[in-house]
C-alpha cells in the first residue's frame, strides 16, 4: 500500500553538453540512444557566447527524460557505475540530487567504440510525492505546501533505502 508521503523518482534527465554542433553533438546524441534505450532531444543554447563561437538558440549538447519503471531502471545501473556511493553535497534542499559519469563505457554492456571517443553525462533526478502534478498541471495549478515537498534528509533516506547506496559526508 502506497500513501501520499511515500518518495518516488519523479523523472531523471540524462544531458551530455557539447559545446558544438555538428558531428560530435550527433554522436553525444547516439551515445545517449545507446545507454538509455530512448530517442534524445537537442538542448539550445540560451545567450551568445562570442569567445566560444556560440549563438543563440544554437544546438550544442542533447538530453533525455527519463520516467516511470524506465527511469529506475537507469538510476540502479547509473549507481553501479558510481559503486553505489554519493557524496553529501550532490543532494540540494528540495530532494533532488545531480552526478556526473565520466564516460559511457562505465555502463555495463558498453563497450569502447573508436569512431565515438569518449562522453561523460550529467545525470539529475527529481524526487516527488504523490500530488505534486498539482504544481505542474495546465489548468488551475495549484501549489504544494512546504510539508509536502520532499527534504535533503528524507532524499538521502529514501536513496539509502531503496538503492541501497551509500551517502559519505
Not at 38 to 44: E, G, H, Y
Not at 129 to 154: C, M, S, Y
Request: glycine content about 10%.
Amino acid at each position: 500500500m502506497t500513501g501520499m508521503r511515500d518518495v518516488r523518482v519523479g523523472k531523471i534527465v540524462v544531458n551530455i553538453g557539447v559545446g558544438e554542433s555538428g558531428e560530435k553533438l550527433s554522436k553525444a546524441q547516439k551515445v545517449l540512444q545507446m545507454v538509455t534505450g530512448q530517442k534524445p532531444v537537442q538542448t539550445l543554447a540560451h545567450g551568445a557566447v562570442r569567445d566560444w563561437a556560440v549563438r543563440q538558440n544554437m544546438p550544442i549538447g542533447a538530453k533525455v527524460t527519463l520516467r516511470g519503471e524506465k527511469a529506475v531502471a537507469f538510476l540502479r545501473r547509473a549507481l553501479a557505475v558510481r559503486n553505489n556511493r554519493l557524496p553529501d553535497y550532490v543532494f540540494d534542499r528540495f530532494g533532488n540530487f545531480s552526478f556526473g559519469i565520466a564516460d559511457y563505457t562505465d555502463f555495463e554492456g558498453m563497450k569502447y567504440d573508436p569512431e565515438i571517443g569518449v562522453f561523460g553525462m550529467d545525470v539529475n533526478v527529481c524526487l516527488v510525492r504523490p500530488g505534486f502534478r498539482v504544481a505542474e498541471r495546465r489548468v488551475a495549478p495549484g501549489r504544494v505546501p512546504h510539508r509536502h515537498r520532499v527534504t535533503k534528509e528524507e532524499a538521502v533516506t529514501f536513496v539509502q533505502q531503496t538503492f541501497s547506496a551509500e551517502v559519505a559526508e
